[in-house]
Structure formats: C-alpha cells, structure tokens
C-alpha cells in the first residue's frame, strides 16, 4: 500500500513520480491514479496530461478520456495530449472531434496542437480535412514554420497530393 501525505505532493513532484513508476512498471495505473484523486492532484493540467498520457501509452484510450474530463483547467497540452492518445490508440477520427470541441471551447491553438492534427489527417488520409486545418494554420500564423510545413506536406503527400506538397515544400525557407 502506498501512502502519500497530500500536503508535502505538488502537481511537479507526482508527475515526475507518475513518469518514474512508468519507466519501473512498479505500480498499476489505476493505483497511480487513486493516489492522484485522494490528494486531489488530478484536477491539475500537469498532472491531468501526464495521466492522459500514461493511458495512452498502456492503449485504454477511455481511462485517458476520463483524465482529460476531471481537468479543472484544460489547458492546450491536455487537449492535445487527448488528441494524440486518440491517434496513438487507432481513433483518429475521434482526435480530430476532440481538436474541433477544443477549438468551439475558444482554447488558443498552438503549433504543436496543429501538428498532431495534421499527423492524424495524414495518418487517416482526410485531404479535405487536412486542407481545412491547413487554412486553420494559415489564419494563425502558423503554416510558415518548419514544423508545421513539414507535417503539411507530409500529410499532403500520404493523401496523394503531390503538387500540394511540392508546393509547400517550395515556399518553406
């Protein structure tokens, strides 16, 4: 039985405490996780993401949605953390309605968020929806980055639309 005072646990330290029983496979996720919601830490975005990712990692994609859901304050980590355990886990499609509840609840987008997205459309070969994120990132600012242009033209190439790619790969410095 593990005992953890919650006063002494601050969202940092359990996270680095959740990574190391990761990494050891010393302790069940589940026990992790109730150590989490006895010292309340789960409500934490820190905290909230790592779970979301230990999740992912062992494929229970529904105990990483019931993470992301108790999340106080999500923040664009944790939805992009959803996000990519939907892809890892082969919903795809699933990631992509979570990336549109996440913009329709106003959270900001950030690069790294809009590069997951575009990995899943380029994992699930979604043209039209890859293009409709593409103009996403070109109204953010975002599609001139390396990262983001890479992503771009990988996922235009694993849908079949070289000319897209060549295109993009053109404009990039």
């Not at 006063?7 to 989490?36: C, E, T, W, Y």
């Not at 999740?55 to 996000?83: E, G, N, P, Q």
């Not at 103009?135 to 992503?151: C, E, F, I, V, Y």
Request: proline share 2%; net charge positive.
């Amino acid at each position: 039985m593990v005992s953890v005072p919650s006063r002494m646990m601050s969202p940092s330290i359990f996270r680095d405490v959740l990574h190391a029983f990761q990494l050891s496979k010393g302790l069940d996720g589940k026990v992790i996780q109730n150590i989490a919601v006895k010292t309340g830490l789960d409500l934490d975005p820190f905290v909230g993401f790592a779970l979301i990712s230990m999740y992912s990692r062992c494929k229970d994609i529904k105990d990483a949605s019931k993470a992301f859901h108790v999340i106080m304050d999500k923040d664009v980590a944790s939805w992009t953390a959803l996000i990519e355990a939907c892809g890892e886990n082969g919903r795809g499609g699933q990631g992509l309605d979570v990336f549109v509840r996440m913009i329709e609840s106003g959270m900001k987008v950030d690069e790294i968020a809009m590069t997951v997205v575009v990995g899943k459309c380029a994992d699930l070969a979604m043209l039209k929806h890859g293009r409709q994120i593409h103009a996403h990132a070109t109204k953010l600012g975002l599609d001139g980055r390396a990262h983001m242009g890479n992503s771009l033209m990988d996922m235009y190439t694993k849908c079949g639309n070289l000319d897209e790619a060549l295109k993009l790969f053109s404009r990039m410095k």
